[in-house]
């Protein structure tokens, strides 16, 4: 069965930074598009980064120009490197991985910024 394990997750002050990790198992990691989601309390679930079995990558507005995600296919793990950290991007942060219509998610990383 697919297994997502996240990791990185923490508590950093404003300005900082964090590399958070997905580690995958049970799927041809692949040829699966893999994504970071976030969920901060009382709001949604929303679209942080999301990059695809080709390595295309797509980002929320609200990162642009401070995450970063990756994949390093041979290690089945992708990243998201998040820099210039702020205080709205205190959430629970979740790794989705994705095909066609399967669709898994991991248990999520709580990261907390504090101002």
């Known amino acids: 069965q697919v297994q997502l394990v996240e990791s990185g997750g923490g508590l950093v002050q404003s300005g900082g930074s964090l590399r958070l990790s997905c580690a995958a198992s049970g799927i041809i990691f692949s040829i699966f598009h893999m994504g970071w989601y976030r969920q901060a309390p009382g709001k949604q679930r929303e679209l942080v980064a999301r990059i695809t079995s080709g390595g295309t990558a797509n980002y929320a507005d609200s990162v642009k120009g401070r995450f970063t995600i990756s994949r390093e296919d041979a290690k089945n793990t992708v990243y998201l490197q998040m820099n210039s950290l702020r205080p709205e991007d205190t959430a629970v942060y979740y790794c989705?991985?994705?095909?066609?219509?399967?669709?898994?998610w991991g248990q999520g990383t709580q990261v907390t910024v504090s101002s």
């Open positions: 989705n991985a994705a095909l066609r219509a399967l669709s898994s």
